[in-house]
């Protein structure tokens, strides 16, 4: 089946400091990979949507200044946490194909 | 808009009882429905879905069924174990390109032993 690697798993920065997650997948080219964003206890939101070649589409309330997403290839997207903040500590998870899942990143910011 | 609604948890279960979790949806059209599980500390796996009414999913003993006329997915599980102790999410997409999940806000459920 299809398979999504998402990378590092867990992740502790320093304030003010940038973080790269990656998502690639294996098996398959995502021309979509969907970015969401899940605090405790809470559901999944959809942060934004990237598109192989083109600019990502962010939801209505997500920086993207702050949240950087790189969709250069079939199977690589990239999100960069920018100048990450205590408020950014979350949990983080890639989509491809619309409904295969990485594993999730633990982000903390200190 | 489209949304769907789980029921509110948690759900506490003893080993091999009967789970039942709801979940209703609202959406236009003809959506797939499905249901993931995540466990503690780890991402979404999906666990089972259904494309289109009557269908039923199944998966590791789970199952729910496709029900238009009362826009539903219900999760049911006949003998819940200890290891399925998890939160699980009732999701819905449309089967366009580009499309995203929509999720409920998860149901964790606590089976002891």
């Known amino acids: 089946g299809a398979v999504v690697s998402q990378h590092p798993s867990w992740v502790i920065c320093k304030s003010g400091t940038s973080v790269k997650i990656e998502c690639r997948s294996l098996d398959f080219q995502a021309t979509t990979m969907f970015w969401y964003r899940q605090f405790p206890k809470q559901s999944l939101m959809l942060m934004a949507t990237s598109n192989e070649g083109s600019k990502a589409t962010y939801e209505q309330g997500v920086e993207k200044d702050k949240f950087l997403i790189n969709h250069a290839s079939l199977t690589l997207s990239t999100l960069t946490v920018t100048s990450a903040h205590p408020e950014d500590s979350s949990f983080y998870i890639c989509?491809?194909?619309?409904?295969?899942f990485g594993s999730g990143t633990r982000l903390t910011v200190v | 808009g489209n949304s769907v609604t789980q029921m509110e948890g948690p759900v506490t279960l003893s080993e091999e009882a009967f789970l039942t979790i709801n979940c209703t949806y609202t959406?236009?059209?003809?959506?797939?429905l499905f249901w993931y599980v995540q466990y503690p500390g780890e991402g979404l796996q999906l666990l089972l879905k259904a494309t289109k009414a009557d269908d039923k999913g199944s998966n590791k003993g789970f199952e729910a069924t496709y029900r238009k006329e009362t826009t539903s997915f219900h999760l049911e599980k006949g003998s819940v174990q200890v290891s399925d102790s998890a939160v699980y999410f009732c999701?819905?997409?449309?089967?366009?390109?580009?499309?995203?999940?929509?999720f409920g806000k998860g149901t964790t459920l606590s089976v002891s032993s």
């Open positions: 989509s491809g194909n619309g409904y295969t």
């Open positions: 999701a819905l997409r449309y089967n366009q390109a580009g499309t995203a999940l929509i």
């Open positions: 959406a236009t059209g003809y959506p797939s």
